[in-house]
């Protein structure tokens, strides 16, 4: 794992990817939903203490008149920015590429759940617009480990900095 560079927060965003009751909720390995939930929160107080952005961001299935229940973000998740996304990434028509380059962030934390959906599309779009990506492997889980071990062991180092939530902590001091 590379061992993380002091981060700018006024240039820092963190992305909570969804955070939802009914996402929270599911069997997930290798980390719980409410123990990725606790370190994501960590991580927006320190990088809101230290002056950066937090971004929520949270699912809505297109073309239905109503959300499945469960589909608000967990108490206590809450974005200086929210952002609704229709599909799998949170870059694709939400605004959120404008909405970081108006407020000047150029690195992007990102936690949630799923590693292999939500997060892993996010990221390599993130990548792709030149944002520098951080990836906390415990504040990110999926739906089985097979898949979090392959993205983090193979995906992820070639797009992003792999690191702990207590490392990005740390970077932002």
């Not at 939802?20 to 927006?44: D, F, K, N, W, Y």
């Not at 950066?52 to 809505?60: I, K, Y």
């Not at 599909?87 to 970081?100: I, K, Q, S, V």
Request: aromatic share 6%; net charge negative; with cysteine.
């Amino acid at each position: 794992m590379p061992i993380m560079e002091k981060l700018d927060p006024r240039r820092t965003a963190l992305l909570l990817i969804d955070l939802m009751t009914r996402i929270v909720e599911q069997p997930t390995s290798p980390h719980s939903g409410p123990a990725v939930v606790a370190r994501s929160l960590a991580l927006a107080d320190a990088v809101r203490k230290a002056g950066g952005l937090v971004v929520s961001v949270r699912a809505e299935r297109p073309g239905v008149a109503e959300q499945p229940p469960g589909s608000e973000l967990v108490e206590g998740v809450l974005g200086d920015l929210e952002i609704v996304k229709r599909t799998w990434g949170a870059f694709h028509n939400t605004g959120l590429e404008e909405a970081l380059r108006k407020h000047t962030i150029d690195t992007l934390i990102i936690t949630g759940i799923a590693t292999n959906f939500g997060v892993e599309q996010t990221a390599r779009f993130a990548d792709e617009l030149g944002f520098k990506v951080i990836l906390p492997e415990d504040a990110v889980t999926a739906l089985d480990a097979h898949a979090h071990e392959f993205a983090f062991g193979y995906i992820f180092p070639r797009i992003a900095t792999v690191c702990t939530t207590a490392e990005i902590v740390a970077a932002l001091d």
